[in-house]
């Protein structure tokens, strides 16, 4: 078990449909990221909120879309993907500040297939 | 560009220490090691950190070189449960920047 936790585990969607990935943690964290891992590839930077504020776009395609209701949670909405789209997408959190290094903390990710 | 070199697999024998090597020969002064795993099916798991001194915890040890160019993680009694993909990552942590991931050594325990 990790102190992240992410919803659903597994997703299903056709290339027409919106859904949203949640991810969630307690710990207090003020900075909160999304990965979007490959298989068999490294885990590759999407978003960071710092602050619930977005802080980081790394040139994601708009077909993806984050928001950050509250320092607990950060969604992901999905909509009108690719198949090469299908990835496992990962949520981490840490603490943010000067002088603060503060490891991230994943979560186990949601494995997203696109149809 | 990758900022971290690390060969793409290992093997170790069960109960011995593992040592994986990792290059980082364009580190900047501000920037620190950071090692993470990543058991099959699960999300990349903190193991250690460091700047210029050895640091040890309860997973883990890392040792890194006089000229900062390149450190070592130490698995002093590896089990089975250490087969992952372990990613070595520069950064200089603090803000809420991200890590950037290399390829990472698979290390395979071997019974």
């Known amino acids: 078990d990790t102190e992240v936790t992410q919803t659903p585990k597994h997703l299903v969607m056709g290339m027409t449909n919106k859904k949203s990935l949640k991810c969630e943690q307690h710990?207090?964290?003020?900075?909160m990221y999304w990965y979007k891992q490959k298989a068999k590839k490294p885990p590759e930077l999407m978003f960071v909120y710092s602050y619930e504020k977005l802080s980081i776009n790394e040139s994601v395609p708009s077909r993806f879309s984050p928001e950050c209701p509250n320092s607990s949670l950060l969604n992901l909405h999905l909509h009108a993907l690719q198949p090469e789209d299908s990835a496992l997408y990962l949520c981490?959190?840490?603490?943010?500040?000067?002088?603060?290094?503060?490891?991230?903390?994943f979560g186990n990710g949601t494995r997203l297939t696109v149809t | 560009d990758a900022k971290t070199t690390q060969p793409p697999s290992m093997d170790c024998a069960e109960g011995r220490a593992a040592n994986l090597p990792c290059n980082h020969s364009t580190i900047s002064g501000n920037e620190y090691v950071y090692w993470y795993r990543q058991i099959h099916s699960q999300g990349p798991q903190y193991i250690i950190h460091?700047?210029?001194n050895n640091e040890t915890n309860e997973m883990a040890s890392l040792i890194i070189t006089e000229d900062r160019k390149s450190s070592t993680l130490i698995l002093p009694h590896a089990t089975l449960r250490d087969t992952a993909v372990y990613y070595c990552i520069v950064g200089e942590g603090g803000g809420a920047d991200g890590l950037t991931f290399g390829k990472g050594t698979h290390l395979i325990i071997q019974p």
């Open positions: 981490a959190s840490s603490q943010v500040g000067q002088g603060v290094h503060s490891p991230l903390h």
């Open positions: 710990m207090g964290h003020r900075a």
């Open positions: 460091g700047l210029k």
